[in-house]
């Protein structure tokens, strides 16, 4: 079955810098497109950034534009987001999704995936 397996969350001052990655097992990895959501408490899963089966194509969300960098390696079957100048409302799980059409295209909503990771927390700290 598929898993994913996201790594790299702690904790943070802002400004700071983490990299999460997330390792693919159980499909072929470079048919799908993937994504990156996060959920702070008592808010709703929010998407954050998904990039194309090739990795030819990435969409940011409007709140992480210029600061998260989302980037996959296929021969690794990872994904990893980059995350650059971050801030205190950064702060929730992310999640790292994958798309359940080959082929398909970026997915912006929880629905539009069908695995999920764990999660991994991220805190940054003022």
């Known amino acids: 079955q598929v898993q994913l397996v996201e790594s790299g969350g702690r904790s943070v001052r802002a400004g700071g810098s983490l990299r999460l990655s997330c390792a693919s097992s159980g499909r072929i990895f470079s048919k799908y497109a993937m994504g990156w959501f996060r959920q702070a408490p008592g808010k709703e899963r929010a998407f954050v950034a998904a990039?194309?089966?090739?990795?030819?194509?990435?969409y940011y969300a409007d709140s992480v534009k210029g600061r998260f960098t989302i980037s996959r390696d296929n021969a690794k079957n990872t994904v990893y987001l980059q995350m650059n100048s971050l801030k205190p409302e950064d702060t929730a799980v992310y999640y790292c999704?994958?798309?359940?059409?080959?082929?398909?295209?970026?997915?912006?909503?929880?629905?539009?995936?069908?695995?999920w990771g764990q999660g991994t927390q991220v805190t940054v700290s003022s």
């Open positions: 990039i194309s089966w090739s990795g030819g194509s990435t």
């Open positions: 999704a994958g798309s359940g059409t080959a082929w398909g295209v970026l997915g912006l909503v929880p629905k539009e995936y069908d695995y």
